[in-house]
């Protein structure tokens, strides 16, 4: 594992609401907008960013922790910024925070986590 990045470092990752990405229980919508499984899904993404660049080639990451406070909406079609952060790095394990935004809205935050380990 290399640690490349100084705490406090973002990645930026940029995703689109697309269908798929509503909220749906047994295949029935519950409404047309960005789905809070589909937006800690994304906001992983962004976090492992980071991970992408730390992990040696016979390491991969393995996520161990993520919170959501979804407070705002996106609908289908929008575009959404999600900002990652890098809060920590100790023993092969990588935090960070994240903040999703949507039309200058900060629509979501939370942490996430991810140990790094030898591939088997």
Not at 37 to 43: N, P, R, T
Not at 74 to 102: N, Q, S
């Amino acid at each position: 594992m290399r640690i490349p990045f100084a705490l406090g470092e973002q990645k930026v990752y940029h995703a689109l609401v697309t269908p798929d990405k509503t909220a749906r229980f047994h295949g029935e919508e519950v409404h047309p907008y960005y789905s809070t499984f589909a937006l800690g899904q994304d906001a992983e993404w962004a976090c492992r960013l980071f991970v992408l660049e730390m992990k040696d080639p016979d390491e991969e990451g393995i996520g161990t922790y993520l919170s959501v406070h979804h407070i705002g909406s996106a609908p289908v079609g929008a575009e959404v910024e999600i900002v990652a952060t890098l809060l920590w790095v100790r023993d092969y394990t990588v935090h960070c925070g994240y903040e999703v935004w949507h039309a200058g809205q900060r629509i979501a935050y939370g942490e996430q986590t991810q140990k790094i380990l030898k591939k088997r």
